[in-house]
């Protein structure tokens, strides 16, 4: 059975040239005030600020094939499927996103196509343009040999993924039954980390503003009605659904209890977060302990779980470490949530390989 990563990151050439002709976010570069630091990436909100959290360096682990290859053979990973790194192509001009996003994924496309059978793509989409170059592009991408899907971040074409307007983006994925990867950026407002924020690096929005940004997400997508008219349309969730299998219950329990959705009618024919969970939905299993990972079992069952790193991201901060820590912490979760060999190998690549037809 092979070990497959079905989360992991790369900024291809085209991208990276992108990120260093800019100076507000996203963007790559050196500043004078700490030469000693390089390179840094500065992608997230909350990070472009003079402080210690002022993106992190960024070397050719974000872009070279070569490291990534190197990473699959140190970690004894067989097959990657890659996905371009947040914010995507959320932040481009909309007259310069079609063609951006062809560049982008034949870069990737042809990337593939040179290490064949290692490595396959998720794809992406130039959501800034008008919907029909979306519908064109995810058209497109279908025809792609080493693409299996598209990876999006949770805001949409600007107003979120419960947008009336994404409908023929999502008539477009379920009829091309391309997997969206579901992936957070944007955190929550910077406001709810407090005055003290920079005192702790990075840990508040990624540890927390991540996963709480996926699930609203999702919820607003299974409330606005999304699985209801796209019965088919699948979703990989990242980080192992954010916080939805802990708090699906509460979900249900809120709708079940609201007399605004009562009035409307909207509490009959719906299908609810447990069925979406159980028949939409995908998790990577990133999430460091064999608990979460429990509860996403429970919720998702075992055969949609999916092995994942995000690699580059989380290197080893000694490095003199070989193996990365993020990465053990993944796989032992699997094997002490699971024990059962036959169901662990499943998660660390059989059930990747059946569902996103790869190489077995
Ligand atoms: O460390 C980070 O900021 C990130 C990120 O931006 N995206 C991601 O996928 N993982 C970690």
Redesign the pocket.
Known sequence: MPVVDVHT?MYPPAYMQLLRNRTSVPYVKSFPDDPTAGDRLV??PAEDTASTSRG?PIGPEYYDVNEKLAFMRKHHIDISVVSL??PWLDWLPSNEAAETARQVNDDVERMCAEHESKLYAFGTLPLSAPAEQVVEEIERLASLPHHRGIIMGTTGLGSGLDDPALDPIYAALEKHQQLVFL?P?YGLPTSVYGPRASDYG?VLP?ALGFPLETTIAVTRMLLSGVWDRFPRLNVLIAHSGGTLPFLAGRIESCIAHDAHLKKLGKLENRRDVWSVLKENVFLDAVIYSEIGLKAAIDASGVDRLMFGT?HP??PPLDESETEWLSVKLNSQAVQSALEDEEKVDAVMGGNAARILRLPG
């Open positions: 990151h992608i997230l992190r790194a947040n992936h950026h990075h990624l995000d991201f989380f």
